[in-house]
């Protein structure tokens, strides 16, 4: 792989990111719950304000990487601390993101529920994108690939685990932080974990060939 095919790839990865934070963004301000992985930081976010969802984000993303070098070790690869800017730039993406979209009323719940979808959809298109980029994986997804290597389990199986683990570990702090209620945690969550992966799915099957072609070429 070349220098320019590299610039490329990583262009596309940070392109990727935006569009997941947009995809985030579009969901959080629903108020309809996140993406299963973004659940805990969403909760935190709710209970201790000082810190901005990205700011949580980045974080998250930071302990599961160090859950990384706890399982992988020896085998962990150094290039896979790259995954540091990565999460602050997520985080610094979400909360602008964020911003962008706070204009948008969410007075009507059919609104808010449209934009869990817009969300979802957008959330897709990143990943596809991040995945096809193919040099750095995001921290949530090199957690379930390092779980998965290392308990030699399919990284689809290790990840419906992982996100249902994510959203129970979300509603148990917000049952602890505030009084026995489920905040941060609903419907657009459970929507987001069943149809992200679909999205992600119809994206990578169209985008695949024509990026790969540009970013080879």
């Known amino acids: 792989m ?15 990111l935006f569009l997941s934070a947009l995809g985030v963004a579009f969901t959080k301000h629903a ?18 304000t000082f810190f901005t969802i990205g700011s949580w984000l980045i974080v998250w993303n930071c302990i599961l990487l160090g859950g990384q070098i706890l399982i992988l070790r020896k085998k962990f690869q150094p290039i896979q601390l790259l995954q540091i800017p990565l ?17 948008i009323p969410t007075d009507r719940y059919p609104l808010r529920l449209l934009m869990v979808f817009i969300g979802i959809v957008i959330l897709g298109l990143g990943i596809s994108l991040a995945v096809i980029a193919n040099v750095i994986m995001n921290s949530g997804e090199a957690f379930v690939k390092a779980v998965a290597d290392t308990i030699h389990k399919e990284f689809g199986n290790v990840k419906i685990t992982l996100d249902i683990l994510y959203v129970i570990s979300a509603m148990i702090l917000s049952l602890f932080f505030f009084d026995f209620t489920i905040v941060g945690a609903r419907e657009g969550t459970v929507l987001s974990a069943i ?3 679909f999205v992600v799915k119809f994206f990578s099957k169209r985008l695949n060939k024509p990026l ?4 080879t070429k």
């Open 195 to 197: 149809l992200t992966g």
């Open 2 to 16: 070349n220098k320019k095919e590299l610039m490329k790839r990583y262009i596309t990865l940070i392109i990727g």
């Open 87 to 103: 999460s602050f730039l997520f985080g610094y993406f979400t909360d602008i993101c964020l911003w962008c979209v706070s204009p």
């Open 212 to 215: 790969i072609g540009i970013l």
């Open 31 to 48: 108020e309809l719950g996140v993406s299963p992985i973004s659940s805990v930081p969403n909760v935190l976010s709710y209970r201790f």
